[in-house]
């Protein structure tokens, strides 16, 4: 995405999203009840034309991949890929340097109503590199032109990425 293009909704998130990691950095903690940054990533083999979706144990949707900010993480980038690492078990993966969207939802967290601020990439992944799955979690590779179609009830945001993708 470039954020010269961005919708009027997705400028005023930018915003947003600026104004809340100036006016506090701890919002890039988990702990932060009122609300935290996430980051995530669609992972994407545009060799193939094919997106990699993961079945949200707790959501019970297909979902890209993604998750909290570790104390570890240099960047939202660098958690993005993190998490594609370990849900996927591709270690090959590339986040882009330029998120592709931006995501504010309201979500359970740690038992309680939270508000999650998730950074949106795009990873590049090729289908055929090593995988080595660490986490017992349900993934599934979807014909990119067609996974619309093939799940109709995908999220909004989800859909937002995969539209990304198809300017890869």
């Known amino acids: ?26 919002a890039v903690h988990r702990d932060r009840r009122a609300g935290h940054f996430t980051a995530s990533a669609l992972m994407v083999d545009p060799r193939r034309g094919q997106v990699l979706l993961l079945m949200h144990p707790k959501v019970g949707r297909w979902l890209q991949f993604g998750g909290h900010i570790e104390p570890t993480d240099s960047s939202f980038a660098n958690a993005a890929l993190r998490e594609c690492r370990e849900e996927s078990g591709y ?10 969207a931006l995501d504010r939802h309201a979500v359970p967290c740690a038992g309680e109503q939270s508000v999650h601020w ?51």
């Open 1 to 26: 995405m470039r954020w010269s293009d961005s919708t009027e909704l997705e400028t005023q998130l930018l915003s947003e999203y600026q104004q809340l990691i100036l006016d506090d950095p701890g």
């Open 118 to 168: 998730d950074v949106q990439y795009l990873a590049i992944v090729d289908r055929d590199a090593q995988c080595t799955p660490t986490e017992n979690l349900q993934v599934q590779w979807w014909d990119l032109a067609r996974v619309s179609q093939s799940l109709p009830d995908l999220d909004a945001s989800v859909l937002r990425l995969i539209a990304a993708a198809r300017s890869l």
């Open 91 to 100: 270690l090959d993966v590339e986040v882009l340097a330029t998120p592709a």
